[in-house]
């Protein structure tokens, strides 16, 4: 190949990514978290049917993992090379809020787009008056039982207390043949969250009246001693800490788990990979004076303050939030309806797995709105993965915690 | 004089080019972990070295600084240990030789990511492929929780370190066994010398500058290896398999604190550059007396 030719194609080449590098006109880049494997697809439908039906406006979705998003906007953001639109974790929202850089969506949200969203869910995205976010994923968290090893067991009903799942987990494990009582989560991802179940069940919040850590308070270290107790009669999975969330999910789906707090998509995960699995849905159990907590979780789509297309990144979100297109998103990653006409479809109103997940929404918490909850997630779960693993005992690890969780809410 | 200076003028142009590569992340570095940073990395006040103080003040850091040295000898220890033997008889004629090579290689081949989403699977407690092998052959009676706690999921770590180290070790070493003259091991045969004086008196002695070699970048890998450990663990239960790039990249991208992240980094980069320092300095000085 001759120099002349190398040149051109290296000019050709170079003249290529400086076109890439410079955003179009008219285009909308959304970076979207992958729920499932049902989220590239359903995306990629998404931007055929907008693209036909605004001529001159080309949309580009970036799908990332879950594990990896906030890594992708922090480098993003800091190289400013983020998208027009992201999905986010709605408990982020206040550090992108607080660094200036989400648009608030006020100038465009009408009475009537305003309306479709069920309040519980589009509240967390509201901050100091102003609408930062929109719900794009809600979700709750409910109890699954398996019917099956509750009939063997001879147990009626799913436990209403703390005091019944112990003793329902004791018959399901005595039935023996590699049965687990109740399945624990301790690693990864909402390990905290779940050790929050026991904690709001005792009375606990996460963070107390005066915005201090709620750990250090008689109820987290009764919540604490019950989840240990259970683990050392064997009344949870065996190695509780090498368990994450899928983990116990999978033990669920094999039936050798009797009991689980997780969230609604697990209904659709078994659909597809254990049909014949007998199930039921019950609320989380109550402590002793009778309160409960579920966590409630919203993913907040946003749009950044530097976006040069505003008015088309907006023309895409009223888009995404018409109830043809969330029921179509919701169902199929098995979420809650966000969208007040889709929560009155027959898919809904008729699904009682559903039902027992919306019944709950009441007594929900979401994250607090407060900057460092991340590190104060971590603390938690660590101080929880001490205490499993019997390597610190549930009060110094506790007190610990609440130590280091105090320290992070005054900066 | 032209001739003196022509070479240092030829090679300015790869000097620079390396210079920027090099330099400038690690100045960015500097620049990051001087100053009180946002969540974004946008940079606010100079802060001077509290970062690093930060560091010296957290129990995480601490350990996790002590179980990289401990990850790093013992993955560079074992893969050189197993190495050796395993290059020496590759490096035989036998039948099958080939097949042989291949199969030592092959886990270079496959991706450190994959190869650690493999090993959580065989390791996973109730479902593991590891349980039911050992449950079938009746060394175990009931299923081991590998990861579960650091006393059963570090030492697997490690392990599983050594394997994917060992290929690339092999490699060296048999480039430098290839390098030993045949005629060197007839004159000692005749001598009377068996092999294991043999491999004392001439590979051993001769292999060293390749021992040097394969020491100095294993270490550099090992040291900065995230996936291993990430994958499986996440560096924990209660950070109790932290290695320093994983305590990083848990301050940097999941609690945001991007600064004391930096100040991570360049510990790390510290430590690697003194180490490489003193080890070649000690190294060439061996081979020169």
Do not use: C
Request: zero cysteines; hydrophobic letters at 45%.
């Amino acid at each position: 190949m001759s120099l002349r030719k190398w040149t051109v194609g290296l000019m050709a080449g170079m003249s290529m990514l400086m076109l890439a590098a410079q955003a179009n006109a008219g285009e909308v880049r959304v970076t979207v978290a992958e729920y499932s494997a049902k989220t590239g697809p359903y995306f990629e439908s998404v931007k055929k049917d907008f693209e036909a039906a605004n001529p001159g406006i080309t949309v580009k979705f970036e799908i990332v993992p879950w594990e990896v998003l906030l890594q992708k906007l922090t480098t993003d953001i800091t190289a400013s090379t983020n998208a027009d639109l992201s999905i986010i974790g709605t408990r982020w929202l206040i550090d992108f809020v607080q660094q200036d850089v989400a648009e608030p969506l006020d100038s465009y949200i009408t009475p009537e787009f305003k309306d479709r969203f069920i309040d519980t869910f589009l509240s967390p995205s509201i901050m100091e008056g102003k609408t930062y976010g929109l719900p794009i994923a809600a979700s709750a968290r409910a109890m699954y039982y398996n019917k099956e090893l509750f009939e063997k067991a001879g147990i009626a009903n799913p436990p209403a207390n703390w005091t019944e799942l112990q003793e329902d987990a004791r018959k399901i494990k005595a039935l023996g043949s590699g049965t687990f009582g109740f399945g624990l989560q301790g690693k990864e991802i909402e390990t905290d969250v779940y050790y929050y179940y026991a904690m709001w069940s005792y009375g606990t919040e996460i963070l107390n009246k005066d915005g201090t850590s709620g750990l250090s308070t008689p109820g987290a270290l009764e919540a604490a001693k019950l989840y240990k107790s259970m683990i050392d009669e064997g009344l949870t999975e065996p190695g509780v800490t090498s368990n994450n969330r899928e983990d116990v999910q999978n033990l669920f789906k094999q039936g050798k788990v009797g009991m689980m707090i997780t969230a609604p998509f697990l209904s659709n995960q078994i659909k597809d990979e254990a049909p014949n699995l007998k199930y039921g849905v019950a609320a989380i159990p109550t402590g002793p004076t009778g309160a409960r907590g579920t966590y409630g979780v919203t993913d907040s789509i946003i749009m950044f303050k530097n976006s040069k297309n505003k008015d088309e990144a907006w023309k895409l979100l009223d888009f995404l939030f018409t109830t043809e297109q969330r029921a179509k998103f919701t169902q199929g990653e098995g979420f809650l309806p966000v969208n007040k006409e889709e929560a009155k479809m027959d898919y809904y109103v008729n699904n009682a797995d559903l039902a027992a997940f919306t019944a709950l929404l009441p007594d929900a918490r979401f994250a607090p709105v407060i900057p460092g909850w991340e590190e104060i997630a971590q603390i938690t779960s660590d101080a929880m993965q001490k205490i499993y693993l019997g390597s610190a005992e549930p009060e110094a690890a506790l007190k610990e915690a609440a130590a280091k969780a105090n320290g992070v809410l005054k900066k | 004089m032209q001739t003196r200076f022509l070479p240092y003028l030829l090679t300015l142009p790869s000097l620079f080019l390396a210079a920027v590569v090099i330099f400038w992340p690690v100045w960015d570095l500097i620049q990051i972990s001087t100053h009180d940073v946002s969540r974004f990395g946008q940079l606010r006040d100079f802060s001077g070295l509290t970062n690093f103080w930060a560091l010296t003040a957290d129990a995480d850091f601490t350990a996790a600084l002590w179980r990289t040295g401990l990850w790093t000898v013992l993955v560079v220890g074992g893969a050189l240990l197993l190495s050796i033997p395993v290059a020496i008889i590759l490096n035989t004629d036998f039948y099958g030789r080939g097949i042989a090579r291949v199969i030592i290689m092959l886990p270079w081949a496959v991706s450190l990511t994959m190869t650690a989403v493999v090993w959580r699977w065989a390791l996973n407690g109730e479902s593991g492929m590891l349980n039911s092998a050992l449950l079938g052959l009746g060394l175990i009676d009931q299923n081991i929780q590998w990861l579960a706690s650091a006393e059963t999921a570090f030492p697997m770590q490690v392990l599983i370190g050594i394997l994917v180290t060992v290929p690339f070790t092999t490699t060296i070493f048999l480039g430098g066994l290839s390098s030993i003259p045949d005629d060197f091991y007839e004159a000692a045969a005749l001598e009377g010398a068996t092999p294991l004086q043999q491999f004392r008196e001439i590979t051993f002695p001769l292999l060293k500058p390749f021992i040097n070699i394969a020491i100095v970048l294993n270490t550099i890998y090992v040291f900065n290896s995230f996936p291993i450990i990430w994958v499986m663990t996440q560096g924990g239960p209660a950070n109790s398999t932290d290695i320093l790039v994983t305590h990083l990249y848990k301050l940097a991208f999941r609690i945001g604190k991007l600064g004391e992240a930096s100040a991570v980094s360049l510990v790390m980069f510290a430590i690697l550059l003194v180490f490489t320092m003193i080890y070649v300095r000690l190294a060439m000085r061996e081979q020169r007396a």
